[in-house]
């Protein structure tokens, strides 16, 4: 068949981006991850206000979690260890994000003082 039919090969090896565009790329990237620890300590903060609510109670007293969108009657004692895992669970995905955080906040200063950015 004919030749132009095959993708051409420099295609393939298209340069980086301008440091402009990998700079902002990098910005808009803490941004979000700025925004979803937000997100995740507000739910935190929620399942610590609940755990604290619910540990001065007797464990065999009546409580409620919302599972998905249907409200199932548990006891304290079942509720409490899934409300803590969760809290720890939320504690080491906020952590993970604001590492990863700090290492893109050190890249996108590095780019900036390399190639006088801002």
């Known amino acids: 068949m004919s030749a132009a039919a095959a993708p051409p090969a420099a295609a393939n090896n298209a340069p980086a981006a301008p440091p402009q565009i990998q700079y902002r790329d990098i910005m808009a990237e803490c941004q979000r991850l700025m925004q979803k620890i937000a997100e995740l300590e507000v739910d935190r903060n929620e399942h610590m206000l609940v755990e604290d609510t619910l540990k001065p109670l007797d464990p065999s007293r009546r409580a409620y979690r919302l599972v998905g969108e249907v409200l ?10 899934s409300v803590t895992a969760n809290k720890d669970n939320l504690n ?3 952590a993970a994000l604001r590492q990863r955080l700090t290492i893109r906040q050190k890249e996108a200063a590095d780019l900036k003082a390399k190639y006088n950015l801002g």
Do not use: D, F, G
């Open 92 to 94: 080491a995905t906020i």
């Open 72 to 81: 199932v009657e548990r006891s304290v004692s079942e509720v409490l260890p």
